[in-house]
């Protein structure tokens, strides 16, 4: 397997994160979103992925874009270590907490949203900063309630890793990066400790890959 990758990027570290918990060899396709005005728009990339985001996970030839759909892919193809739980409400609670992350968190932080506000709207930095941690805080502030449920084990749902678990660290990653105070979710900063003691976790870190610079 192929994955295109840039090491900073949030979703691309899930899947990373999901190909090593299920011990998945794969070949990373380093994909620079800041470089050349950012390779993903190239037209090269464009061809794998006319989004221009990563990551991209290249199967045999067979092409699947986005990360959710990416692990729920490598999910019901290679179904040694599970991401998901085996009973539907299960799943459907660990979906919740990743699409929280991925779906409503993710999309409004994205690099291209900031370069967008900063490029279009003249936004400096320190309201570009107010705007990311404006929704980090709402986001987490939810999430947190999430975890307040007896199905909240050692990692989000029970003691097994799972999807939910791919989403979340990357988006404290993240958070720290921009300084945000984390003081607040002490649940989530747990969790997040209990998965970094994992290899699966360490080797998907951003200073771990390739292209790291």
């Known amino acids: 397997m192929k994955l295109y990758s840039y090491f900073r990027s949030s979703a691309a570290y899930r899947v990373r994160i999901a190909l090593n918990l299920k011990q998945l060899s794969y070949e990373t396709i380093p994909v620079h979103l800041v470089n050349q005005g950012g390779e993903q728009k190239l037209p090269a990339y464009t061809a794998i992925n006319?989004?221009?985001?990563?990551?991209?996970?290249?199967?045999?030839?067979?092409?699947?874009?986005q990360s959710l759909a990416i692990m729920e892919y490598l999910d019901e193809t290679y179904s040694e270590t599970p991401l998901l739980p085996q009973d539907a409400v299960g799943r459907a609670r660990v979906r919740a907490i990743a699409q929280l992350i991925a779906c409503d968190t993710h999309p409004l932080n994205n690099l291209r949203v900031l370069q967008y506000l900063q490029n279009n709207f003249k936004v400096d930095d320190d309201a570009k900063n107010q705007w990311y941690k404006h929704w980090i805080h709402e986001s987490f502030a939810a999430l947190e309630q999430l975890l307040q449920s007896p199905e909240t084990g050692r990692f989000c749902h029970g003691d097994m890793p799972s999807l939910a678990d791919a989403c979340l660290v990357p988006q404290v990653y993240n958070a720290r990066r921009f300084n945000c105070?984390?003081?607040?979710?002490?649940?989530?900063?747990?969790?997040?400790?209990?998965c970094t003691k994992l290899p699966a976790f360490q080797a998907a870190a951003p200073e771990n890959q390739i292209d790291a610079v």
Request: hydrophobic residues 35%.
């Open 50 to 65: 006319p989004q221009k985001l990563v990551p991209s996970l290249d199967d045999q030839g067979q092409i699947i874009t």
């Open 181 to 194: 105070d984390l003081s607040a979710y002490p649940t989530i900063v747990r969790i997040d400790a209990e």
